[in-house]
Nanobody, 112 residues
Framework: QVQVVESGGGLVQPGGTLRLSCAVS????????MRWYRQVPGNEREWVAS???????NYATSVKGRFTISRDNAKNTVSLQMNSLKPEDTAVYYC??????WGQGTQVTVSS
């Protein structure tokens, strides 16, 4: 059974920084695409970033240049470094494994 656990969310001021982490159990992690999504209540879940392997990353236009996705295959983890945060980045952030497994989400709130 695959388990996906996100961590690292919190409250930060505009312009601040947070780093989200996602730990994945099971062999599903290896070689599969990892994605971060986010969702605001009442809105659809929005794709944020993807990573297939080191150097193969993609970002939503709204976060490009501010967020960086990375993975550690030895530890089965994927991270999302978020810089220059804006109030509109406020959402619950979810980690997705291979398009099938989801974590419970971690809340990110950007507010002064």
């Amino acid at each position: 059974q695959v388990q996906v656990v996100e961590s690292g969310g919190g409250l930060v001021q505009p312009g601040g920084t947070l780093r989200l982490s996602c730990a994945v159990s099971g062999t599903i992690f290896s070689g599969n695409v990892m994605r971060w999504y986010r969702q605001v209540p009442g809105n659809e879940r929005e794709w944020v970033a993807s990573i297939i392997s080191v150097g193969t990353t993609n970002y939503a236009t709204s976060v490009k240049g501010r967020f960086t996705i990375s993975r550690d295959n030895a530890k089965n983890t994927v991270s999302l470094q978020m810089n220059s945060l804006k109030p509109e980045d406020t959402a619950v952030y979810y980690c997705n494994v291979a398009g099938v497994a989801w974590g419970q989400g971690t809340q990110v709130t950007v507010s002064s």
